[in-house]
């Protein structure tokens, strides 16, 4: 047996998991935690599940995650009891004999999640009609919790879509340069300067009451919606971690950051790098779609402005972590970071250039002007 075959059979015991582990693969997409896909023979049936061992370095206290994942999830099996709809629309976790949904130990935090049948990642995908699904998915999310109290969830990563404290964070590491790299950058800085007080926008608003926060899943790429492997429609959402109190624009805009790119979040051409204003359409298409009648006026006109805030928050994000050491982010090559950041700074810019036509775009869809 080999060294992961071990490890994930001392997680299943944890977990009271019985049944011969047969298969254990690693998942590599994602950014921050390890995970694994496992099959084990139960009752001379094989079933699949989703092995993650947290990482506490990026998420500090992995037992309040843990607590909103449990909370949110309750809520959302609820209500798809209450509509009548497939269990399989919502994620499932296994318990330990003690009642919890996690297990910390030596091997480190681990949590099971059940393995959703017949479902499929998509990491890119050119086709608006799977933006458009993956939009209806992370709404339907938004609209199951939206009668959540959001004040009940944990803040597990204080400010993590506070741009403006994003920006201060990485000016006084600016300053600090612990690791000898500003030198490098004086021209993504000076930029990023420039482009900050439309991104800070969010805030000025909150500070006024215009917009309040709701529970958001926070992490809305395309990668985190499970599609149905043989209709390609979306079946739900997955990577729960950072569900906490939030902005809707910022999983909005999170999505289009991601999924509307003609390029991936690491392309060093520059070149290649624009919104796709097709693809941005078809997912607007399908996330207001499902949540036009409960969201506000203000939460609807700020939905554009949402993509460009998300996509220059991600470029203070990679570029911080490469000044400091790249510590929080997985890297694949020295300066990896440094090429995130700049493929998202050429995002941004190009984003600015397109918000009135983004507006336009969502105002025809919501169906009133701005």
Same mark, same amino acid.
């Given at each position: ?185 004086? %021209?993504? +800085?000076? @930029?990023? &300067?420039?482009?900050?007080?439309? #991104?800070?926008?969010?805030? /000025?608003?909150? *500070? ?127 300066? %990896?970071? +440094?090429? @995130?950041? &700049?493929?998202?700074?050429?995002? #941004?810019?190009?984003?600015? /250039?397109?918000? *009135? ?14």
């Amino acid at each position: 047996m080999n060294d992961i075959l071990i490890l994930m059979r001392r997680i299943a015991d944890a977990f009271s998991l019985e049944g011969e582990i047969l298969e254990a693969k690693v998942i590599s997409n994602g950014h921050i935690n390890n995970t694994y896909a496992v099959t084990l023979r139960l009752d001379g049936e094989d079933r699949s599940f989703v092995f993650q061992r947290i990482n506490v370095f990026v998420f500090k206290k992995p037992r309040l995650i843990m607590e909103n994942i449990e909370l949110v999830t309750r809520h959302v099996e609820e209500k798809l009891a209450l509509l009548g709809r497939s269990r399989d629309e919502g994620m499932h976790f296994l318990y330990t004999p003690q009642g919890e949904n996690y297990c910390e130990n030596e091997d480190g935090f681990w949590r099971i999640s059940e393995y959703v049948p017949d479902s499929v990642t998509v990491n890119f995908s050119e086709d608006p009609n799977v933006l458009r699904s993956a939009g209806r998915a992370f709404g339907r999310f938004q609209t199951m919790l939206s009668d959540f109290d959001a004040t009940k969830l944990h803040e597990t990563i204080p400010h993590f879509h506070d741009t403006r404290s994003r920006i201060e964070q990485l000016w006084q590491h600016v300053k600090e340069d612990p690791c000898k790299r500003v030198s490098e950058v004086t %021209h993504e +800085l000076e @930029r990023i &300067r420039a482009l900050s007080p439309t #991104a800070v926008r969010f805030g /000025e608003l909150v *500070d006024r009451g215009e917009l309040t926060y709701r529970v958001t899943h926070n992490d809305t790429k395309i990668n985190n919606v499970l599609f149905d492997a043989i209709t390609g429609e979306a079946k739900t959402v997955i990577d729960l971690d950072t569900v906490m109190p939030g902005l809707v624009a910022h999983d909005f805009g999170d999505a289009i950051r991601f999924g509307a790119s003609t390029a991936a979040e690491d392309e060093p051409d520059l070149s290649k790098v624009s919104l796709d204003m097709d693809r941005f359409r078809a997912y607007a298409e399908g996330f207001i779609g499902e949540v036009r009648s409960s969201l506000t006026r203000c939460e609807l006109e700020t939905l554009a402005l949402g993509a460009f805030t998300m996509t220059l928050e991600l470029v203070v994000r990679f570029l911080d972590d490469y000044l400091t050491g790249d510590q929080y982010f997985k890297t694949a090559y020295p300066g %990896h970071n +440094l090429v @995130r950041a &700049r493929c998202q700074l050429a995002l #941004a810019e190009d984003m600015l /250039e397109k918000l *009135d036509a983004m507006n336009r775009i969502v105002s025809e869809i919501a169906g009133f002007a701005f």
